[in-house]
């Protein structure tokens, strides 16, 4: 169930657990000798392949409302960014991007600490610390690829200074669980963005792309999904000079059929971001952008605030023009138009780790999620069958991977 965010090797320490790439391609931990079971225990008390929370109660009060399928929100609006540069840079309508820039111009908080495209593997993402908006911009655009967010986070907390986190929902939900065995957390992190994640692409997936084009993977030298124009182009570069350059629908396939994801992204409990103050996301209707306009689409994100943190935020944000709204009401129906996949995988996900838990697997410990209340709705037939559709693929052998080793450096 890891998803190789690098929070394991943070709380254990990296003479224990090393969170690197394995031969599978992924971030995985690999175990050293001294892990005892003290590490064990306060590590699956962290991982967010083992425990996935959603809104602190703390933060719920009388004016959030519940939607089952969406969670708490207390505002939910179609904005982009104010600045138009800031808006086409962006994966969607780059709010991302423009409320990291406006958190540090008028000093709300020092840095942002997000992530960027790696250096050393351009497909995958790394973590950051931006301190004014151009490391902001430079981190702008959605990454698919494997990212150890959380690798840093004890650094990070040592800095003692107030800072955002924007992550993906699984990150979030990650640093919710150690804000649990480390104060600091609650008092340094003073804004938790997030953008809704349908999942993060396989290496394997990314390996057999890059073939297409007689690539190999140790040869790329830039990489980026998406972003300038949205979805934007997914284009990238070789050390012997290929630049290619692909509608972000050639990329995916037109229906998203090229859309491949770990195990964990399948069954993922939350890829909503229950816990952060603001969740973000893309608004094509049904799903998917329409390639006969995806060039011409200038951008706009659904926003749901879920805390009164986050709709402060947002409000001040409109106001002082960082943001700029298209329409000011939203509703967790018009969410359901633009993320149809999302509100499948909650109604599934309850059974599916019953199935999972009827193979012997382990299967993430959730609260405040509201699952079995959404499968109850579903009733018995769908909920069996979503549970025996996993445990076939169990016992085929297609939700485990090889015990982790380090892959050779490239
Ligand atoms: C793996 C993945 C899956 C996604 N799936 C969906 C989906 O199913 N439905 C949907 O509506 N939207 C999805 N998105 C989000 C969407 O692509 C946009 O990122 C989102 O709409 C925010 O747009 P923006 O213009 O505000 O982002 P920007 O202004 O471009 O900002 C993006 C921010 O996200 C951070 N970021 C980028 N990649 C990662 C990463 N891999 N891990 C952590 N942080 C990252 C960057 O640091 C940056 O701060 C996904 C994004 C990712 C990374």
């Not at 090393?18 to 892990?35: C, E, M, N, Q």
């Not at 003073?190 to 084009?213: E, I, Q, S």
């Not at 630049?243 to 229906?255: A, I, N």
């Not at 002082?320 to 709204?325: F, R, S």
Request: glycine share 10%; proline share 7%.
């Amino acid at each position: 169930m890891c998803i190789g965010c690098g929070l394991c090797q943070a709380v254990a320490g990296p003479e224990k657990v090393k969170a690197v790439k394995v031969t599978s391609g992924h971030i995985r931990p690999v175990a050293g000798p001294d892990l005892d079971h003290e590490d064990v225990d306060l590590i699956y008390d962290v991982c967010p392949g083992t425990r996935v929370d959603g809104l602190p109660e703390r933060l719920v009060d009388e004016s959030t409302q519940i939607d089952p399928v969406w969670g708490a929100h207390r505002t939910i609006v179609l904005a982009h960014a104010g600045d138009p540069a800031i808006r086409f840079e962006g994966s969607t309508g780059g709010v991302l991007t423009a409320l990291g820039t406006y958190l540090l111009e008028t000093q709300r908080v020092k840095f942002i600490f997000h992530t960027k495209a790696s250096r050393s593997e351009p497909t995958f993402g790394e973590s950051t610390l931006s301190f004014t908006s151009g490391d902001v911009w430079e981190a702008a655009g959605s990454r698919y690829g494997p990212t150890a967010t959380l690798v840093d986070i004890k650094d990070v907390l040592n800095r003692g200074e107030p800072f955002a986190f924007i992550g993906k929902p699984c990150d979030i939900g990650a640093l919710r669980n150690y804000a649990r065995h480390d104060q600091r957390v609650d008092t340094l992190v003073k804004y938790w963005l997030t953008l809704v994640c349908g999942g993060y692409m396989p290496p394997a997936a990314m390996n057999d792309f890059l073939a297409r084009y007689d690539v190999a993977p140790t040869d790329v030298t830039a990489f980026r999904y998406r972003g300038r124009g949205c979805p934007g182009p997914t284009r990238f570069e070789t050390r012997q000079g290929l630049v290619k350059e692909l509608r972000y629908t050639d990329f995916w396939g037109e229906d998203e059929s090229g859309w491949s994801l770990p195990f964990r992204c399948k069954v993922c409990p939350d890829g909503i971001g229950e816990s952060a103050d603001i969740a973000v996301c893309d608004t094509w209707p049904g799903g998917s952008p329409n390639p006969k306009t995806e060039d011409q689409d200038p951008g706009a994100n659904a926003m749901i605030a879920r805390t009164l943190a986050g709709q402060e935020l947002l409000e001040a944000a409109i106001h002082d023009g960082a943001l700029g709204v298209d329409d000011p009401h939203l509703s967790p129906k018009d969410i359901t138009d633009f993320q149809p996949h999302q509100m499948k995988k909650k109604y599934a996900v309850w059974a599916r780790f019953e199935g999972l838990k009827a193979e012997g697997c382990t299967a993430p410990i959730t609260n405040r999620l509201r699952l079995k209340h959404l499968a109850d709705e579903m009733g018995d037939a769908f909920n069996t069958m979503q549970a025996n559709g996993t445990r076939k693929r169990v016992r085929d052998g297609n939700t485990k991977e090889p015990t982790p080793q380090p892959a050779e450096p490239n």
